[in-house]
């Protein structure tokens, strides 16, 4: 007689089974839209890929990569992108806190207020970028308008058109529209502190200051690493804005190391060193990112 073990054995083989058979359709796509281009862009930067020389495709090792090290232009890049990232994540971030804290607090059209704080993250990027390419023009933006009415200004400035002004212009965009996803994150880290803690502190005299420092700091820091974490990576790979308000110009002035990769890619067919640039970057963005954690992990252990 057949044992009653098989169909139990079956059955708990099925169900063992099952999640691995209901993730394995996004596992291929992720594969396939995600590792599989890595993958490629690590093989090309091996070989000197010029598209219009489609017939010529030599393996050269590493010489993409160290003609990037003797690259004025990456270095350039790299300068930029250091200060593209050390300035708009911490503003964002500063921003964002602000924000949430006042939309923490009771006041009438609480809710919409929370609506409307979306609109700069819900906007396309193209979008911001030609509304804020208006803004900054030297004949009719408003800024310049702005600023001569209240007296700050002599003359208009140009200010994308500027080799001194235009990274910090396009670095303000960034922060407009970036902003949001901070508010929001650390919106709900607040929400998620009982309010027991502040009546607690309230009672035993702490001050606005002791308990912003004491409860809410320490209540919304899992937000907030996690927040800046993302938004880092996100900042870090953003080249759409810079490239529908300046090119990466004047001359050099706007451009970061994944402007730069792009530009040699996909405008100059340079698909080998384009490929080695990115590929710099990508272990750069990693090695910053590995440093992170483990900076966070321990302060927070």
Known sequence: ??????????????????P?????PAVLVTLAIVFFPMAQAAWMSLHDYIL???????????KNFFTAFQDE???????HTVLWIALTVPAQMLLGLVTALLLNQRFPWRALARALIII??????VVIALMWVWIYDANYGILN???????????????????DTALYAIILTLTWQGFPFFAVMILAGLQSIPKS??????????????????????GISGVLITAVLLRTIWVANSIDVIFVMTGGGPGYATYTLPLYAFIKARTNLDFGYGSALAVLFTLMLLGLVIVYLRRTGRATS
Do not use: C, H
């Open 1 to 18: 007689m057949p044992s009653s073990e098989t169909p139990i054995r079956r059955g708990a083989l099925a169900r063992q089974v099952l």
């Open 73 to 79: 232009v990456f270095w350039i890049s790299l300068r």
């Open 197 to 218: 803690y502040y009546e607690a502190a309230s009672l035993d005299g702490a001050s606005a200051w002791q308990q912003f420092w004491y409860i809410t700091l320490p």
């Open 145 to 163: 308008e702005f600023l001569l009415r209240m007296g700050l200004l002599k003359a208009s400035i140009p200010w994308l058109a500027d080799p």
């Open 52 to 62: 219009f020389k489609p017939k010529e495709f030599p393996f050269v090792g590493l």
């Open 20 to 24: 691995y058979a209901l993730l394995s």
């Open 120 to 125: 700069p993250w819900a906007l396309p990027s």
